[in-house]
């Protein structure tokens, strides 16, 4: 009996191989979904794309700080479509193909948890204290653009703050290896915010970069709260790289 012509060329399709980039907010967040999903064989990725049940995926897992994507092969073996859950729910049941891939993965997981070099790049965890979206963006994309060329062994992780009670209410919730805040702040201003940081005994040692349009005056409240560095608005982009640099050479190795 002949084949259907549509059909051939669905399955064709179907099992052509896609690339799917699943990046996690950090190391932890990797080795957590390895121990409860990715060790049994398989794990479910959020995606808009959608996918015919027997599509071949090379997944890339990724996170800050990670030197190479972790990569391996798997197979659609169940999806779920936006008309029966929400669209952010939507996505594919991936099983992974048998083979050396897998212990592979297994071991590189193995290296992430010791936080190997040879794995993982130091990660520099930044508050970023800004009530202009435009200015926080600046920050973190010149950061991020400049890791392999200027911070090649450091990768960035960033946070970010629209007013100082946030920013408290994060510093204190999570650890933080430097903090860029604004002077001029609502609810709670920069150097407010600077003064409890220097106050806290569990914080008084974090390298504070304050910036500012303020002059002169927004300088001195900055540095006089205890800032170790100052920046004038409008920043440019080598100013906030250099400045990292001198935050970085005056840290202790990891």
């Known amino acids: ?10 399955r064709r399709h179907a099992r052509e191989a896609v ?46 700080g990670l030197i190479q994507p972790l990569r391996i092969d798997g197979e659609v073996r169940w999806r779920r479509d936006a008309d029966s859950v929400g669209v952010d729910e939507r996505g594919v049941g991936i099983e992974f193909v048998e083979g050396t891939a897998r212990d592979h993965l297994r071991d590189l997981i193995h290296r992430i948890t010791a936080r190997d070099p040879g794995v993982v790049s130091r990660l520099m965890r930044v508050l970023v204290v800004e009530d202009n979206p435009h200015v926080a963006q600046l920050i973190r994309d010149g950061l991020r653009g400049s890791e392999k060329k200027t911070f090649q062994d ?12 946030e920013a408290l209410e994060l510093l204190h919730a999570e650890t933080f290896d430097a903090l860029i805040i604004d002077v001029y702040l609502p609810v709670l201003d920069g150097p407010s915010v600077i003064r409890q940081v220097r106050a806290d005994a ?41 400045t990292m640099r001198q935050l970085l050479a005056s840290l202790p190795p990891p």
């Open 1 to 10: 009996m002949g084949e259907d012509p549509q059909g051939a060329e669905k």
């Open 154 to 165: 450091m990768a960035f992780n960033f946070r970010t703050a629209n007013n100082g009670s």
């Open 202 to 242: 569990r914080l008084k040692d974090l390298p504070v970069i304050a910036v500012s349009a303020g002059g002169e005056s927004a300088r001195t409240d900055a540095r006089t709260a205890g800032a170790n560095f100052f920046l004038h608005k409008p920043m440019r982009l080598r100013q906030i790289i250099d």
């Open 19 to 64: 690339t799917l980039v699943v990046e996690y907010e950090g190391a932890d967040d990797l080795v957590s979904d390895y121990t409860d999903n990715l060790s049994s064989g398989g794990t479910f990725v959020h995606t808009p794309r959608e996918f015919d049940v027997g599509t071949i995926v090379h997944l890339a897992l990724s996170f800050p």
